[in-house]
């Protein structure tokens, strides 16, 4: 069973005199903390009163805070989403439930797990650790099937690869 609750990004200072926090996200695009109608700060609901992306970072104003004193005391912790709050588009995925399925070829023959997804570019690729590493591009032409619940991805492969 999935956690409940998935690291979404971290406070790393504040922002103005209101209490303002700056968040860098740790999700595919700022907007989507924006989007929360709440955020998990060391296991308390924080509720989001307003935010607002700043040049890649999210600006938000918390429940409870204040001032920039007050701000200040969340500077470097890591905040968490609850799951429920943000429905995902079919055929999509948080990485974290993603991490150690294990990757198979279209013969059912085991690769390795995936192990980590990279972002060098406007593509993810996933890095799979088996007998060797194995790079695969996160596109359809080689992800044939991601099954969540069964424990696995199904992949295809090409000579040199």
């Not at 609901?45 to 969340?74: C, F, P, T, Y």
């Not at 099937?145 to 069964?150: I, K, L």
Request: glycine share 10%; net charge negative.
């Amino acid at each position: 069973m999935p956690d409940q609750f998935l690291e979404c990004g971290k406070i790393v200072n504040t922002h103005g005199i209101r209490g303002e926090v700056k968040i860098q996200p740790w999700a595919d695009s700022p907007e989507v903390l924006c989007a929360l109608p709440a955020l998990y700060i060391d296991g308390r609901k924080v509720a989001i009163r307003s935010a607002r992306v700043h040049k890649g970072n999210v600006i938000a104003l918390l429940e409870g805070v204040e001032d920039v004193d007050q701000a200040m005391l969340l500077k470097n912790k890591v905040v968490c989403l609850d799951r429920g709050d943000l429905k995902l588009p079919e055929g999509t995925f948080f990485l974290a439930d993603l991490m150690g399925l294990r990757v198979i070829d279209e013969a059912g023959v085991e690769l390795g797990v995936l192990r980590e997804v990279l972002s060098p570019s406007r593509q993810q690729v996933y890095v799979v650790q088996g007998e060797r590493e194995i790079l695969i591009p996160a596109v359809p032409e080689f992800i044939l099937e991601t099954n969540v619940p069964g424990g696995y991805i199904r992949v295809r492969l090409i000579e040199g690869m």
